[in-house]
């Protein structure tokens, strides 16, 4: 019954020639459908094979209240048609499902494994879908689109040009009205949409069509005269929109409605995408508004409006502004939102969702509108997002700082809660990077507890440890210098700490590489607790101080260090008013409670001092001077706190500079420092205002300290100071270079200082008279006796000023060629490393300049042992390493030349590779693999012995040490010839493919299975650009015969 009915739809909408004689397409169009409509109910008379289906349409048609035989208008007759073909599948379809549900399953006796489950009746061929498409477009095309409005929808002239064939063809004030046309095949077509099946086919092709229809149907407004639908047809339109937009896959259905809204009241250049959407009516685009709004408010409807919007982007410039434009339209509050209140408390924690896509690309667009349209909020709506929106992101963190015991006795915070949360934290402030004073405060409460979880991290593997780090440092970069310095002082103990994590708990490791918040043990030991006590508050300043080095290009390191520095100098200052209350107190007269206040006091401004040295004392180890003190003015700052610190007690009996030599010291480096900024060629009048802060504790020290000395420079500082260099004394730059070490502190003086190093005599400087001098000054035979001294020193420097002589191919190291040999090969077997290392590299330097008589030599001696008188034979093999470790360095010096070069050398490396001895077999091997790394096609012809030599000693060889060097080998020759490699090896690559599987899988050391990994992952790389290789757009010229 089922294809006996399509059969009879594909006879009414198949195409026929005859139509297209007529004179004009509409007129042709309007003959096929008439006669279509003949044939079907010709056939439907006659053809006993559509017997049943024109039973099935005449039941159907004697139930349809809407069909009307009388009509004069052939395409309203042809719509008709198809409607009861769609009935009558429709309702065969729907008994033939009911049956099948209700038949009992077959029995087990007559199912196998192999079987398929049965289809159900509704399940349509390809061809069928094809038939019933056919009649589906048939039906909107000219039962729908041509009775809306204009504005509702799209039209069919702008589909296609046979819309608009179709257009001039349409009869609107035939009777029926329109309006009943229109209603009777929405319909129809929503009664058909009832079976699944053929549901699926009416959507996804025409929902558009039918919600312009409904939307019209129930919501155009008419006068009380003209109405073409009464009001419970307009009820029911409107409730079937309802269903319709409620049980339809929701980005659709946004998609749609953003569609029947239309382009903008004033239309774009003509062609342009807005243009072609036209203007809605009023009614309509109010309405797409509040069904739009709805949809945004309903639970997963933010994902939907996101996907309707970026579904199938490719996530280019034009998608990242349709992901701003969401994000502007999810933050502002549509108006038929009842309350704005509600709103955001619905939308917030959906936009949140957002950040939690796995996907690379949805996940991508996603974030990026879910990270705009919180900062829109932020900005726009503080309260609402801070009240629904990062409340709910950071409760993890604000749990980690309200845990209690009693609620959380084991766990606190969850890995999985805990991640989440940084995550989402990385992505809108980090990511979205975009500071302001409510973004950053809410942030600024949390960050104790994240900077204690970063600690915590570093001790160990986790991937929490970079979010931690890049949060702490986008708050100290975009916050206010005042704000990240008071978070600095908190971080390093200095400060009252807030907001840290509970007492009774701390973070442990998770089992995915994150971190959870558990409730801490009880430690019985006082002493292991005052131990990790002390432990973690260090850790925590290296830490902080690890933070700090991060911020290269931040003058905050500098200020935090400055600020610390003021610190100590106001505690400096303090501490003689401190001793005389002390002297003053008459403890006889205090009571218990006042004297163990008193005590108490003092132990904590004791730890404050402790705690303000400690954090001095690992920012000057840990920081960089450039780094804590970038600019002249951070320098200046330095230097008065310094010159104050100086100045404290001067005017008592305990000055600093007459009981301290350390601070006397420190004072005359200081005020050297000084000097040396003022003895800069050129010094900015901005140089000079800031270095006027200077002159006060200047003029204190010239007139108070008890250093004659001290008291002469202070005046001669400040005098140059306050008159802006018109006053230079002579003896300044010598008392910077007498009195301090400036070169320890700025560039300049470094400079200064290495050259009057350069300057003094030769016989002050350390190291060998030879060993700074140029070659070329000194003649060979000089270079050459130095290189037989006994001082190892004078013997390397001499071997290296020879190398070089040969690298710059001097007259007399040419013609000196087989002496320098002789030397080279002799200082070869010298004990001391520095000496034959030196040797090792004047050979090589050798044998890059004259390959053709050095190698010769250097493979005999690597063959057969050392081959001068001199030699020593205990010391042969140790000889041989040598000269190999010499071919090695040659083989990669070699570049192009080493097909034509390397011959001989491949011969006596594999020679080498049967050696008794198995050190001198792994050198063999390791010289090999540099070699055939270079040799590329030239490599053909042995491809094959060398496979043989390889596979045979991987699978034979009992030395670990030579299997990894075969196995690397292999490696080495499969990363050299690269996308060659099918070429060069394509005989023996199943060979070597096969031992280093053998050594994957049975090989017992550990390093050869590791080699044999990394050369079978090089070997899928080249094997998948060879079966897949990279499709490449490229044009070409052929010149033809």
Request: net charge negative; glycine share 6%.
């Amino acid at each position: 019954m089922t294809s006996e009915i399509l059969n009879a739809m594909n006879i009414l909408t198949q195409p026929l020639g005859e139509a297209s004689a007529q004179p004009s397409q509409q007129e042709a169009l309007h003959a096929a459908l008439g006669a279509n409509r003949s044939v079907l109910l010709e056939r439907l008379l006659s053809d006993g094979s559509l017997q049943r289906a024109a039973r099935l349409r005449d039941e159907t048609k004697g139930e349809a209240d809407w069909y009307s035989s009388e009509t004069d208008d052939v395409t309203w007759s042809f719509v008709q048609e198809c409607l009861l073909l769609l009935l009558a599948l429709t309702r065969h379809l729907t008994e033939e499902l009911k049956r099948f549900q209700e038949a009992p399953p077959p029995s087990g006796s007559l199912r196998t494994a192999e079987m398929a489950p049965p289809l159900p009746p509704d399940v349509l061929s390809v061809s069928q879908q094809k038939t019933l498409g056919a009649a589906l477009q048939f039906v909107v095309s000219l039962g729908i689109c041509p009775y809306l409005s204009a504005g509702v929808g799209v039209p069919l002239g702008r589909r296609s040009a046979f819309g608009v064939v179709v257009e001039k063809l349409i009869r609107r004030e035939a009777s029926p009205p329109a309006g009943r046309h229109l209603l009777t095949t929405t319909r129809v077509l929503l009664q058909v949409a009832e079976l699944a099946t053929l549901a699926t086919l009416v959507f996804s092709r025409h929902l558009g069509d039918v919600m312009a229809a409904l939307c019209q149907l129930g919501y155009e407004p008419h006068r009380e005269d003209h109405r073409p639908l009464s009001t419970e047809e307009c009820r029911s339109c409107k409730e079937a929109l309802r269903n319709l937009v409620g049980k339809v896959y929701q980005p659709i259905v946004v998609k749609e409605l953003l569609v029947l809204q239309g382009g903008p009241k004033q239309s774009g250049p003509a062609g342009s995408s807005r243009a072609a959407l036209g203007s809605a009516p009023a009614w309509l685009r109010r309405l797409c508004g509040q069904l739009l709004s709805e949809r945004l408010m309903q639970p997963n409807g933010v994902q939907a409006v996101v996907r309707a919007v970026l579904e199938g982007g490719t996530g280019g410039d034009s998608d990242w502004r349709k992901c701003d434009a969401v994000a502007r339209i999810l933050a502002a509050c549509p108006q038929q939102s009842a309350s704005a209140d509600g709103y955001f408390r619905l939308v917030c924690p959906q936009i949140l969702d957002l950040l939690h896509f796995r996907d690379k690309l949805t996940a991508q667009q996603f974030q990026r509108v879910a990270t705009r349209a919180a900062l829109s909020m932020v900005q726009e709506r503080p309260t609402f997002a801070q009240q629904y929106l990062l409340a709910s992101l950071l409760a993890p963190l604000h749990q980690c700082i309200t845990a209690s015991g009693e609620e959380h006795p084991h766990v606190a915070v969850e890995e999985s809660d805990l991640t989440r949360c940084l995550e989402d934290v990385y992505k809108i402030w980090v990511v979205g990077n975009s500071p302001s004073p409510t973004l950053l405060a809410p942030l600024q409460d949390v960050l104790p507890v994240i900077f204690t979880l970063f600690c915590f991290t570093k001790q160990s593997v986790s991937h929490l440890r970079a979010p931690c780090q890049e949060i702490l440092l986008w708050f100290l970069k975009h916050s206010e210098t005042s704000a990240s310095l008071l978070l600095l002082r908190q971080l390093s103990g200095l400060r009252e700490r807030r907001n840290e994590v509970a007492a009774a708990f701390h973070f442990t490791a998770g089992s995915g590489g994150g971190v959870r918040l558990v409730c801490r043990q009880a430690c019985s030991d006082e002493d292991e607790e005052l131990y990790e006590t002390l432990s973690g508050e260090q850790w925590r300043l290296e830490c902080l101080v690890q933070l700090l080095a991060q911020l290269s290009d931040s003058d905050l390191p500098g200020d935090f260090f400055l600020n610390l520095l003021q610190e100590l100098t106001g505690w400096a200052v303090a501490l003689d008013e401190e001793l005389k209350d002390e002297e003053e107190v008459d403890v006889a007269a205090m009571t218990l409670l006042e004297v163990e206040q008193q005590v108490l006091g003092g132990a904590e401004r004791q730890a404050e001092k402790l705690t303000l040295l400690q954090a001095l004392a690992v920012m000057v180890e840990s920081l960089e001077q450039e780094q804590l003190l970038r600019k002249t003015s951070q320098v200046v700052d330095f230097m008065v706190s310094l010159l104050q610190r100086a100045c404290v007690g001067l005017d008592g009996t305990s000055a600093p500079g007459v009981g301290n030599p350390v601070e006397s010291q420190t004072l005359s480096m200081g005020m050297g420092l000084v000097a040396t900024l003022l003895s800069a060629p050129q010094i900015s009048a901005q140089d000079y205002s800031c270095m006027s802060k200077l002159l006060r504790p200047l003029e204190a020290l010239a007139q108070q300290h008890p250093d004659v000395v001290v008291q002469e420079l202070a005046s001669n500082l400040g005098a140059a100071i306050a008159t802006r260099g018109a006053y230079r004394p002579e003896d300044l730059a010598e008392a910077a270079r007498c009195r301090g070490n400036p070169d320890d502190t700025t560039k300049n003086s470094k400079a200064k200082s290495e050259g009057r190093n350069q300057q003094a005599p030769a016989s002050r400087r350390p190291g060998p008279p030879s060993g700074s001098g140029d070659p070329s000054d000194k003649p060979l035979s000089d270079w050459l006796l130095e290189a037989c001294d006994p001082d190892v020193p004078t013997r390397a420097v001499a071997l290296r000023a020879v190398t070089r002589m040969v690298q710059r191919r001097h007259p007399e190291a040419v013609q000196a060629q087989e002496k320098v040999l002789t030397l080279f090969l002799e200082n070869l077997e010298h004990e001391d490393s520095f000496v034959y290392l030196s040797a090792i590299q004047g050979l090589a330097v050798l044998a890059d300049s004259y390959p053709g008589q050095i190698l010769e030599r250097l493979l005999q001696d690597f063959q057969r042992g050392p081959s001068l008188p001199s030699s020593k034979q205990e010391r042969s093999l140790e000889t041989r390493l040598k000269v190999g470790e010499v071919l090695m360095r040659a083989s990669r010096a070699m570049g192009e030349l080493a097909p034509h070069l390397g011959r001989p050398l491949l011969g006596v490396f594999l020679q080498g590779t049967r050696d008794p001895d198995h050190t001198v077999r792994a050198s063999s091997l390791s010289n090999l693999g540099e070699l055939c790394q270079r040799l590329d096609y030239s490599l053909g012809p042995l491809a094959h012995e060398l496979s043989s030599c390889l596979t045979a000693l991987i699978k034979t060889e009992r030395e670990a040490e030579v299997r990894r060097a075969a196995v690397h080998v292999v490696a080495q020759l499969l990363r050299g010839l690269s996308d060659k490699t099918t070429q060069v090896l394509g005989d023996v690559l199943l060979d070597l493919y096969r031992a280093l599987k053998l050594v994957v899988g049975s090989d017992p050391d550990q390093a050869a299975v590791l080699h044999a990994q990394l050369a079978l992952e090089e070997l899928d790389h080249v094997m998948r650009r060879f079966v897949f290789p990279e499709q490449k757009l490229e044009k070409k010229i052929v010149v033809l015969p």
